[in-house]
């Protein structure tokens, strides 16, 4: 590279480039959607640990869901709301950086954490008298585990790619956040190996779940068919139909982020289905399982009863 380059301290984060008024607008409906976010997930979060029947495999790993939607709609939408409403839009490059593997590390994790709560509902339907011995605490807490780490280490490949690249401008990012294609787009380099691992990653982390995803429900559906009981029946196909609920807003969203052709307006495009996935996605997660999950009500009821009765 060129000596004469001029290196990146700070990049301008051009977000949703409106008028002033309806900037005003969306930080107020933003701001509501991610309150409704900590709120639904926080309550969803708190359930589970307060009501004993809860204490299962299945909400073990809602509750990981629960965090990382949190997680996750933290680490983008406050620097958002921020500069609906600031004139100076910047943003330190180590930080944004920071934001990137984040942003990743909490994505690749709702991936596996859906792919295991699929399982989860495999192995309970279509293996009701093993289940206990099959998704002991052992290898639940060894499940969730491993999507933690191992999410965590594919997203450090990742940010190990990027900072390998000499970023020398423009400065400015045409999106709400960090999000990995468009800070690729700072690069002065061929970035040509960073498209690959994420393709790559995208076929293994997105495609890949997706498929063992509907393996799992297709032999649930067929199980769900042989159930003879109409109570049984109607259970099983409430619980599975929010779980496909969450995975087809997730993978779909995400999908077509990353791995269908481009449209003419690419960025306008990616603001979009970021947004979706980043903002919209975790409010409707606790929203789809309360509501469609009589478990869920219940344990709400029970906790206000005793809240209550105090």
């Known amino acids: 590279m060129g000596g004469n380059q001029t290196w990146i301290t700070e990049v301008t984060l051009l977000g949703f480039q409106v ?8 930080f107020g409906l933003f701001c509501l959607f991610y309150t409704l976010t900590l709120l639904g997930n ?21 509750s990981h869901l629960a965090i990382v939607d949190m997680s996750y709609a933290s680490n983008n939408v406050p620097k958002m709301l921020a500069n609906l409403v600031n004139l ?29 709560m699929s399982y989860d509902r495999f192995v309970a339907i279509c293996h009701p008298l093993h289940y206990t011995v099959i998704m002991s605490w052992r290898t639940c807490v060894v499940l969730a585990g491993a999507s933690w780490v191992f999410s965590f280490l594919l997203a450090l490949v990742h940010l190990i790619l990027i900072l390998r690249l000499p970023f020398c401008g423009p400065h400015e990012i045409n999106h709400f956040f960090c999000e990995i294609l468009s800070v690729l787009k700072l690069a002065c380099a061929d970035t040509r190996l960073n498209q690959v691992v994420i393709f790559a990653a995208c076929v293994f982390i997105l495609l890949g779940p997706l498929c063992l995803v509907l393996v799992s429900y297709s032999r649930i559906l067929l199980a769900i068919v042989r159930i003879q009981s109409g109570e049984g029946r109607r259970k099983a196909f409430s619980t599975c139909s929010s779980h496909l609920c969450v995975v087809g807003l997730f993978f779909g969203s995400a999908i077509v982020m990353y791995m269908a052709p481009k ?3 690419p960025e306008e495009q990616q603001k979009i289905l970021s947004l979706f996935y980043s903002l919209f996605n975790p409010m409707l997660n606790p929203l789809i399982y309360s509501l469609r999950n009589a478990e869920v009500k219940g344990a709400l009821r029970r906790v206000l009863y005793k809240w209550r009765h105090m």
């Open 42 to 62: 926080g309550v969803i979060l708190l359930l589970i640990c307060l009501d004993s029947r809860l204490h299962t495999p299945m909400y073990f790993f809602l």
């Open 88 to 116: 100076k839009r910047t943003i330190s490059f180590a930080p944004c950086i920071m934001q990137t593997f984040l942003y990743l590390a909490f994505a690749h994790i709702e991936c596996l954490i859906l792919v295991v």
């Open 263 to 265: 449209s003419r307006h």
């Open 19 to 26: 008028d002033p008024a309806l900037e005003l607008f969306l």
